[in-house]
Nanobody, 130 residues
Framework: QKELVESGGGLVQPGGSLRLSCEASGFDLDYYAIGWFRQAPGKEREGVSCINNRDGSTYHADSVKGRFAISRDNAKNTMYLEMNSLKPEDTAVYYC???????????????????????WGQGTQVTVSS
């Protein structure tokens, strides 16, 4: 069975940190563009951070640039999202995703990812509140 399984998330105070993990099974993440997307209540799903599968270049949305970092560990077939200096506006359900594409990281995050990813994680709630 091909799937992405997320872990991490939870409740954190403003300024705090969290790390999300997403492990792939049944397929090799090496060949996929991967990313993290989030959806807040009443809003559309948006690309947060993505990595392409060509040269490892990354894209981060302006709202998280300098605070979030995406990475992949091919040996563990796992991707991560390190989130620092969290703000209340980061509160959302976070999803990991993968698409078999040669597209660049920004194209995947902004164009293909939200509607055309091949695999999605189950989603994990991140709540930033005091």
């Amino acid at each position: 069975q091909k799937e992405l399984v997320e872990s991490g998330g939870g409740l954190v105070q403003p300024g705090g940190s969290l790390r999300l993990s997403c492990e792939a099974s049944g397929f090799d993440l090496d060949y996929y563009a991967i990313g993290w997307f989030r959806q807040a209540p009443g809003k559309e799903r948006e690309g947060v951070s993505c990595i392409n599968n060509r040269d490892g270049s990354t894209y981060h949305a302006d709202s998280v640039k300098g605070r979030f970092a995406i990475s992949r560990d091919n040996a563990k077939n796992t991707m991560y999202l390190e989130m620092n200096s969290l703000k209340p506006e980061d509160t959302a359900v976070y999803y990991c995703a993968a698409r078999f594409t040669r597209a660049g990281a920004s194209h995947y995050c902004l164009e293909d990812g939200p509607k055309r990813s091949d695999y999605w994680g189950q989603g994990t709630q991140v709540t930033v509140s005091s």
